[in-house]
């Protein structure tokens, strides 16, 4: 009877401690999405210049306390090997968004496992590319910008990244092709100020078009419709924008956005280059001047 009731209080102990581990790593990763999420509305590629600039601020204090809550747990669960390289990823996203650069390549590079899903994958697998970025989209001085070379590199870095997830996978989807477009508007745009030769006009066409295709192409038909009314914010579909879900209407918040930018750099393609007519996209047709 002892024998059973110490077996039965041990597999209740254990249980236990299992449920108070997952509900920790839920709160971990409901806190990394959370601040994470904060920390890119300073970046460049989703800032809103209709905001006057204005991004929301995250204490940095805030982020190294989540970044040492998930050094401990990794420290205090290591037979949780799986788990512990999906909370490496996290940390490494939460650090590069808050500048840290350094510190975002160890953390990718202490993953030691096969990583369990697509999100955590293809985030390790452009992670280089992903922090290159994150270090350009802050520069304004163009002779501060990289080589067309290296911008050809990430473009292509990210569209494999993208082309290799599942069609399911819709968030690191939206994730690596907005990048991806507003790598490319990075690219174009010095070329638009400051040069005017005809020559290059094919390569600016298709590098404006490539990227925003992709990119507006994960969008559904539904969503599409209602881009052009998000992009103005004047008159809104209420009952339109209502079906859609939470997290895809923060993904077309973010693309009124990028496409409000590529408006803006397309009536300055035109101005520059009279003859330059990017075969745009289907859907990017009404939204673009």
Known sequence: MRRTLAVVVLVLGSLLAACVTRAEVEEIVQASNETTILLQQSERFVSDPA???????????????????????????PDMKATNDALRVRKAMILMAAGRMNGA??????????????????????????????????????????????????????????????????????????????????????????????ALVPTIAELLRAPLA?????????????????????????EGLRRLPLERLRWMFHARILVREYARVARLAAEVFPDLEPDWPERARPLLP
């Open 214 to 238: 992709d990119y507006l192409a994960i969008f559904s038909a539904e969503e599409a419709a209602q881009l052009a009314i998000v992009r103005d914010l004047e008159t809104v579909d209420a």
């Open 105 to 198: 390549r160890a953390s990718f590079a202490a993953v030691e496992g096969e990583l369990l899903n697509d999100r955590d994958r293809a985030l390790a697998a452009s992670h280089e590319t992903l922090i290159w970025w994150r270090e350009v989209a802050v520069l304004d001085d163009a002779d501060a910008l990289p080589g067309r070379e290296d911008f050809e590199a990430g473009l292509a870095a990210l569209e494999g990244a993208t082309r290799d997830l599942d069609p399911t996978s819709i968030d690191i989807r939206f994730y690596l092709a907005e990048i991806r477009a507003w790598m490319a508007l990075k690219l174009v745009m010095p070329v638009l100020v400051d040069l005017e030769d005809d």
């Open 51 to 77: 905001a006057g600039g204005e991004v929301l601020a995250v204490d940095p204090a805030a982020v190294s306390a989540l970044v040492a809550r998930i050094d401990v747990f990794i420290a205090q669960h």
